[in-house]
């Protein structure tokens, strides 16, 4: 993931990540996915924009993982 995240492929790599969620909910899955929005905050905000990506979706992330995608 992180390796993606610093090639500009965030929405590529969240899809890698919604995919995994979607097939398997687990803890590791939820630590993924709490590990790269994390990530992504750490970024500029024009690092994220030049990947077309937004503060208001890693925000949309965060509460996706206190959402009913993560429950067993």
Same mark, same amino acid.
């Given at each position: 993931?992180?390796?993606?995240?610093?090639?500009?492929?965030?929405?590529?790599?969240?899809?890698?990540?919604?995919?995994?969620?979607?097939?398997?909910?687990?803890?590791?899955?939820?630590?993924?996915?709490?590990?790269?929005? /994390?990530?992504?905050?750490?970024?500029?905000?024009?690092?994220?924009?030049?990947?077309?990506? /937004?503060?208001?979706?890693?925000?949309?992330?965060?509460?996706?993982?206190?959402? /009913?995608?993560?429950?067993?």
């Amino acid at each position: 993931m992180k390796e993606m995240i610093n090639s500009g492929e965030i929405n590529e790599a969240e899809n890698i990540l919604f995919d995994k969620i979607y097939r398997i909910s687990s803890e590791s899955n939820l630590k993924a996915a709490l590990f790269f929005y /994390t990530e992504l905050l750490k970024l500029p905000p024009e690092y994220l924009k030049k990947c077309n990506y /937004t503060i208001e979706e890693i925000e949309e992330g965060f509460r996706g993982c206190e959402g /009913t995608v993560w429950r067993n």
